[in-house]
């Protein structure tokens, strides 16, 4: 598994930065931003910011999930981890799906794609 190269958590979901008007085919419109940051020595740096003139409650939702990244990131880890190293299973007795075991192939699969290793 590949190292991790991004912005150490937390991540902080910003609201300083939430509206703007622009002209738009003649009209004004109001755009949505919302933020998300994290830590950069002495202060917050912007990590990405959810802007779009679409439904404020979009970019709003969209950037808390981003702000969220680290901290699923972890528990992706911790759960897949632990999987490993107690290789409990979890089969379901109405179609015998391995439920514990589904669970840490979605785990692997998100952490290879947040590293990279995953299209």
């Known amino acids: 598994m590949s190292e991790m ?3 150490k958590g937390p991540w902080m979901f910003d609201t300083s930065y939430a509206w703007t008007e ?3 085919g ?4 109001l755009n949505t931003h919302y933020r998300v940051t994290g830590p950069n020595g002495d202060g917050w ?5 959810c ?3 679409a439904k ?5 939702a ?8 680290p901290d699923l990131f972890q528990v992706a880890l911790a759960y897949l981890g632990a999987f490993e190293t107690h290789r409990v299973t979890n ?3 109405a179609n015998g799906l391995d439920v514990t075991g589904h669970i840490a192939d979605l785990a692997r699969a998100a952490i290879a794609k947040a590293l990279g290793e995953h299209p």
């Open 5 to 7: 190269k991004h912005t």
């Open 56 to 60: 404020a409650t979009d970019n709003e």
């Open 26 to 29: 003649g009209k004004r419109v």
């Open 45 to 49: 740096t912007p990590i990405a910011v």
């Open 22 to 24: 622009r002209e738009l």
């Open 62 to 69: 969209n950037a808390k999930l981003i702000a969220a990244t």
């Open 91 to 93: 089969t379901s007795s």
């Open 51 to 53: 802007s779009s003139n």
